[in-house]
């Protein structure tokens, strides 16, 4: 793995880029270049240091006719050497001068092979800023060439902090998810490879360093792979995780090897990215092309073995106009390159494909059509579902991976389907290693089912995967006018052990279907109220706030008592059962109205399904993934579900009714409490000040290296009153930290800025804790002097400071504040010590109580998932 010196160094040249080069991609551009600069010279070195001569940085003669006379002339780039260019007797603007003409200059230089020449095309230096040249200079000077397996991990972290291009569909494959990815695709060593759509080469990085590993003496059996390991950070994995010999490879099989590892990509950015990082593993001469795979057809007749990728999932705004060869006519990108890795497979061809959950299901006929292909064409063999939030932090687009191996895939009547749950990682934005990992047994999995259709015996799923992986009848598939490849669809009926017949939504209603209206939102007029996604609350209840009416009757959209609702689009999914007798509602456009046969289904009951984890499965399994999330109407009506007798429906819509009164009253409870302190004007009052210091939090910056501490910010100020310190994730901050700057029992502390105004202003209180505690930059400490006093302050500040706030305490245009000066002049009334003990006393009580609350609605919210989930059945 990268080491902490080389990780470090990068860092720093990131740091001191930024300020100049804000963009990430940018940053990459530049420190990519000098690197190469600067191994330029220490090959220069290496060749003299043996005898040679130097070739980069030299005098290059050449000659030219001129008025028919032959001419002697030369280039001088000696004076471009890099000794000359740090050198510390430079000026600083003659070094700024000097670099950024060499820059300029070097795709000119004829010493250069022409991999070096396409990396320095169009290269230039955007700042101008001596001091930041210098120092990055000196930064990229601690690093020396060679052909090491570190240098190569180097640039993969470099790329690994490049941020999503977003606006293409781009998103930067996870380590791991490549090196799975490789790993069940196999790559062999006489095989032809190829990514059509290569970025920074990650997955040819993969896919090479998986064929040293198989030809190495020194790989054994049970060395981990990236997607193997636990507790490692993201950024710290590298593919095969440490350095492979390759001594059985023999001279002929690393040339045949350098020349079948292929990559394209259109963006003349990724390419020199790539060219480096394939340089960087031992690639003397990369095949990466500047090359558009769906509009040109310069490379069309080729043809490769293995094709890994993770194409762009977005079309351009201005569209795509692909030229004719395509089986499949659209305009689509991720249609487009799904359908040419399937057209450029050879006959035993296989594949491993990221593409989005439209792919998978969606109804436009392209989609259709392209699943109708590799169904029936036999390409494809499984569809492995992954979890959204896996791409975090750049998007949290839901996916799934297309297995294609045509030899496979002519030797079964059946589809493999894999639900992968969780991959090692949380699915936040900061992507922590957690315990959770179902991909080492996906991949024994998705192994063994190889093995078996090679072997022509019957494969079952493992012990613990009958709910997550299942071999599907292609017949089932293709007897579905959708051609539907969704996990979930397969997964959910599969195998569950419900002892009521499964149905589908479509068959228990009267009529088609119907879309609501599209009329504007205008104010209230009494009579028609118009019913929008925002107005149905979590609950499927409509919220007694925002009432407003439709700016055109439409009596076609009029609800009857009955109807049901599902949001088609946002909160896609959420469901609304009409109860109401008396007035009028229209229900709007992201609204689709089913009208169920009450001889068949209540209702009701339909909706308490809803409230399940087997639905919400569902939805995240059949929702595009787009600008806008959605589900149409022919596929909700393909929801199946479990369909007990009516006498068996009623009783459960009525013991849900039952949890929900209970849950609606705690809830009240907890919506309208908050402790109360009478104030005895007999009190002295005592600006707080005089009772507290203060100290501003610590403003930081995230490292990567160094002791991780816990940090509270205004993320962990919710609505509780003591800090619950215990899940404040540990971080490692940049800046010095000093023990007065830790928290201690009994200090408050509060939000003194944020963009929400409601924030600004709340207090916590700090419990007993065990290690060092800071807080951020965005919060204020509050020291008592007598900290016996400080849950009465807690108590009074949770009670009162809203109040102190309204009076007119906060400021800023913005973003609402509070400072040290504004708190030290705060009039508090203060109680003696004794009538201070016998209202936190009685406060405490209420605490408890209301506390009692909060675990009554978790509990009642679990007997309602509970009793659904017997209708559904258990997994057997």
């Not at 230089?109 to 120092?135: C, H, M, S, V, W």
């Not at 895939?409 to 894999?418: E, Y």
């Not at 203060?694 to 490292?703: A, E």
């Not at 509050?782 to 302050?793: H, K, Q, V």
Request: proline share 6%.
């Amino acid at each position: 793995m990268l080491d902490s010196t080389t990780k470090r160094r990068i860092d720093d040249c990131r740091d001191i880029l930024v300020g100049k080069v804000p963009d990430p991609k940018s940053q990459i551009d530049q420190i990519t270049v000098a690197l190469i600069y600067k191994f330029m010279h220490d090959m220069d070195q290496e060749a003299v240091e043996l005898g040679g001569t130097p070739t980069f940085f030299a005098t290059h003669r050449y000659k030219v006719v001129v008025n028919g006379r032959e001419e002697e002339r030369e280039l001088d780039y000696t004076k471009y050497a890099w000794p000359l260019l740090t050198d510390t007797k430079l000026g600083g603007e003659d070094r700024v001068k000097l670099y950024a003409e060499a820059l300029e200059k070097m795709p000119e230089n004829p010493g250069l092979p022409q991999l070096f020449r396409d990396i320095f095309k169009n290269t230039y230096l955007p700042y101008r800023d001596p001091a930041t040249l210098r120092e990055f200079l000196k930064r990229i000077d601690e690093f020396t060439y060679d052909h090491s397996e570190k240098l190569g991990d180097a640039f993969e972290y470099l790329l690994s902090i490049m941020g999503s291009q977003g606006d293409a569909g781009q998103f930067r494959t996870p380590r791991h998810l490549i090196d799975f990815m490789t790993a069940v695709i196999d790559p062999q060593k006489h095989e032809t490879i190829m990514d059509p759509a290569c970025g920074t080469a990650g997955f040819l990085i993969s896919a090479y360093k998986h064929i040293l590993r198989q030809n190495s003496s020194n790989h054994a059996a049970d060395d981990p792979l990236a997607f193997q390991l636990h507790g490692v950070k993201q950024e710290d994995l590298t593919v095969s995780a440490k350095k492979y010999a390759g001594d059985k490879l023999t001279p002929d099989d690393r040339k045949r090897l350098v020349r079948n590892i292929v990559g394209y990509d259109i963006d003349p950015g990724m390419v020199k990215l790539a060219l480096v990082n394939l340089y960087l593993h031992g690639f003397p001469e990369p095949h990466i092309f500047e090359y558009d795979t769906l509009t040109s057809t310069d490379r069309w007749e080729e043809r490769f073995d293995v094709v890994l990728a993770n194409p762009p999932f977005m079309s351009p705004k201005g569209g795509i106009k692909p030229h004719g060869k395509f089986g499949i006519p659209s305009t689509r990108s991720e249609v487009l390159f799904v359908d040419y890795i399937a057209e450029h497979l050879n006959p035993n061809g296989r594949a491993l494909i990221v593409v989005p959950e439209g792919i998978i299901f969606q109804s436009v006929n392209a989609y259709k059509a392209l699943r109708k292909k590799l169904v029936e064409e036999h390409y494809l063999v499984g569809v492995v579902s992954v979890p959204g939030g896996v791409f975090n932090p750049y998007s949290g687009v839901k996916t799934s991976l297309l297995w294609f191996d045509r030899a496979l895939a002519r030797k079964t009547d059946k589809l493999l389907f894999v639900k992968v749950e969780a991959d090692g990682f949380d699915l936040g934005a900061q992507r922590r290693p957690i315990a959770q990992n179902d991909l080492p047994e996906a991949f024994r999995l998705m192994a063994d089912y190889k093995r078996t259709l090679t072997e022509g015996v019957e494969w079952e799923a493992p012990k613990g995967w009958e709910a997550k992986a299942v071999a599907v009848d292609k017949e089932r598939i293709t007897g579905s006018p959708d051609y539907t490849l969704s996990a979930d669809r397969y997964l959910t009926t599969a195998h569950t052990a419900s002892e009521f017949p499964y149905v589908t939504l479509g068959e228990v209603t009267i009529g088609k279907p119907e879309y609501g209206s599209g009329a504007r939102k205008v104010d209230y007029d009494g009579e028609v109220r118009y019913v929008r996604i925002t107005d149905i609350d979590d609950d499927g209840r409509l919220k007694p706030s925002d009432i407003v009416s439709p700016s055109a009757i439409e009596p076609e959209c009029m609800l009857s008592k009955g109807d049901l609702l599902f949001a088609r689009s946002g909160s896609v999914g959420r469901a609304y059962v009409h109860t109401e007798d008396n007035g009028k509602f229209q229900y709007a456009g992201y609204l689709i109205r089913y009208r169920i046969d009450k001889t068949k289904a209540l209702p009701e009951y339909i909706f308490c399904l809803t409230r399940s984890s087997e639905y919400e499965a569902w939805i995240e399994s059949m929702k595009k993934s787009g600008t806008i999330s959605n589900i149409n109407a022919q596929e909700f009506a393909s929801l199946r579900i479990p369909l007990p007798p009516l006498a068996e429906q009623e009783a459960l819509v009525a013991e849900v009714a039952g949890y929900q009164k209970v849950i609606d009253g705690a809830r009240q409870v907890l919506a309208h409490y908050r402790p109360r302190i009478t104030i005895d004007p007999a009190w002295p009052v005592v600006a707080l000040g005089e009772l507290a210091d203060f100290r501003n939090g610590l403003n930081f910056t995230r490292k990567d290296t160094g002791e991780p501490v816990k940090v509270l910010g205004v993320a962990d100020f919710q609505d509780h009153m003591i800090a619950q310190v215990d899940i404040i994730p540990k971080i490692i901050v940049g800046s010095a930290l000093g023990g007065n700057q830790t928290l201690r029992e009994n200090d408050l502390v509060f939000v003194r800025s944020n963009g929400n105004k409601e924030l600004v202003g709340r207090s916590m209180l700090i419990p007993k804790h065990d290690e060092p505690l800071y807080h951020s930059g965005f919060t204020i400490r509050a020291r008592f002097n007598d900290p016996s006093m400080a849950l009465f302050m807690a108590y009074y500040f949770k009670a009162e400071m809203h109040d102190v706030l309204k009076g007119g305490l906060r400021s800023g245009a913005n973003i609402s504040n509070l400072s040290q000066e504004v708190l030290s002049v705060v009039k508090i009334p203060l109680p003696p010590l004794d009538a201070q003990q016998r209202i936190v006393a009685d406060l405490e009580e209420e605490r408890r109580l209301v506390e009692a609350n909060k675990a009554l609605v978790e509990r009642m919210e679990a007997k309602v998932r509970d009793r659904v989930a017997k209708v559904w059945g258990k997994p057997e």
